[in-house]
């Protein structure tokens, strides 16, 4: 059975949510009866006990955990101890640091790499009983990479084996990624169950011609492999929110910051 047959015979954990939240900040007893008022609950799973996960679920909340997967962040000492030097993306023999996060670039393609990910999936997400992964950054390789398309491929090729590893390894396991919709459409479309549209606000997205591409993609993607499509607006809440779904995407209003760490 191929993967597309195997992920046709599964429903999407996400099909009847109407409502969703992201928070990465510790959790409260107050804040644990907030999420349980929620469908789904995206949260940084490292602040998190297999006990608390389990009081998010008891009414039915999916609870996803955020893995960075295309970025090392230099506060994460025990993931970075883990890490060699062929797992971060070299260009011109140097790594790509992002200041505002004070994170690197990792190089998918790497073996080695794809394997500290599993142990920090099997950690925070299989031994807590998470529903599932939220996968964050898997839009640097589009981001990253498009003016490189033989570089571009292979970090396509390289995200997509390691959903598949992951897949294979705990089939239970609902995958959502952030943005990376090329990425998506061609690649790792059979082994995820959601994408997540960061900063849809109604001002950018509406007029522009990229943004009603990226819409039509998903759409046709929601109709072929039952992808859902979470969207997030920091303004204009109620008309991104309209749009949101009319295109039937599951939408929610952030901070204008995009504070995760609010309630």
Not at 94 to 113: F, G, P, V
Not at 183 to 199: A, C, F, Q, R, S
């Amino acid at each position: 059975m191929s993967s597309l047959d195997a992920k046709a015979e599964k429903s999407n954990p996400l099909d009847n949510a109407k409502s969703y939240k992201v928070y990465y900040d510790a959790p409260s007893a107050a804040k644990i009866k907030k999420m349980q008022q929620y469908d789904v609950m995206i949260i940084e799973p490292v602040f998190y006990s297999a006990a608390q996960i389990k009081q998010i679920q008891q009414n039915g909340t999916k609870v996803y955990g955020y893995i960075n997967t295309m970025e090392a962040d230099n506060w994460n000492t025990d993931l970075m101890g883990q890490l060699v030097e062929s797992d971060f993306f070299h260009r011109d023999g140097q790594r790509i640091h992002y200041a505002e996060w004070d994170s690197y670039l990792t190089d998918i393609t790497s073996k080695h790499y794809q394997a500290v990910l599993m142990k920090e999936v099997e950690k925070q997400i299989v031994q807590k009983g998470l529903d599932g992964v939220f996968l964050d950054t898997v839009g640097n390789i589009d981001n990253e990479h498009a003016d490189q398309p033989v570089v571009l491929e292979q970090q396509r090729v390289g995200m997509t084996n390691f959903l598949k590893s992951l897949k294979t390894k705990h089939a239970s396991l609902s995958l959502i990624q952030n943005w990376g919709f090329g990425t998506l459409k061609y690649h790792t479309y059979p082994y995820v169950d959601g994408i997540m549209w960061e900063n849809f606000n109604y001002s950018t997205v509406a007029n522009d011609q990229w943004s009603k591409d990226r819409m039509t993609d998903l759409q046709k993607l929601s109709q072929s492999q039952d992808i859902k499509t979470l969207t997030i607006s920091s303004v204009q809440g109620t008309k991104s929110a309209t749009l949101a779904q009319k295109n039937g995407f599951l939408h929610m209003k952030s901070n204008v910051d995009l504070n995760y760490n609010k309630f």
